[in-house]
């Protein structure tokens, strides 16, 4: 999975016919310097004013929801009531990986096999649907919390 610099990243801004504002590079930062987070837009605007940036909430929403729609940014629902966001490293002809939620420490974690493209296959010969992707989030107890779990901690 190619791993996205900042370069690229306005690049597909410029595509979509949009200019790399200095608040929308300073939130696309934020996102590739932590690759490894699913961050959500009040995570991502504590991270700004630990910074001591000026950019509201209101802007980082509007620049997710950008960023998102324009498939730079990827948006996923792990059913908290609010949207988390990772920077798309998938080509067009890819799927996402899945992600694995804790529903204890609420850990989230990636895993990347793709086991559905029997199932895709399948659902495209008997309804003639192509699926273009999917979204796959499996809920349950990560091995930090079940070892905590089983110490009787």
Same mark, same amino acid.
Do not use: W
């Given at each position: 999975?190619? &791993? ?5 990243? &306005? ?11 200095? @608040? +929308? @590079?300073?939130?696309? #930062? ?13 995570? =991502? ?7 001591? %940036? ?7 929403? +509007?620049?997710?929801?950008?960023? %998102? ?7 996923? *629902?792990?059913? *908290? ?27 989230? %974690? ?9 199932? *895709? ?9 192509? =699926? %273009?992707?999917?979204? =796959?989030?499996?809920?349950? =107890?990560?091995? #930090?919390? +079940? ?7």
């Amino acid at each position: 999975m190619p &791993k996205f610099e900042m370069k690229d990243l &306005k690049q597909r801004l410029s595509e979509g016919q949009h200019k790399l504002t200095p @608040q +929308r @590079q300073t939130i696309l #930062k934020i996102f590739l310097d932590h690759p490894d987070q699913h961050l959500s837009a009040e995570e =991502v605007h504590d991270f700004l004013r630990r910074e001591k %940036s000026e950019i509201g909430l209101a802007t980082v929403y +509007r620049s997710l929801e950008l960023l %998102s729609e324009l498939g730079i940014l990827h948006r996923i *629902e792990f059913g *908290e009531g609010k949207s988390r966001y990772e920077v798309n490293n998938d080509d067009e002809f890819s799927h996402h990986h899945h992600h694995l939620r804790c529903t204890k420490c609420g850990n989230i %974690s990636e895993f990347a096999d793709d086991l559905l493209e029997n199932l *895709e296959a399948d659902i495209f010969a008997k309804n003639g649907f192509k =699926v %273009s992707d999917h979204q =796959v989030i499996f809920f349950g =107890v990560c091995k #930090k919390c +079940r070892e905590k779990e089983e110490q009787g901690q």
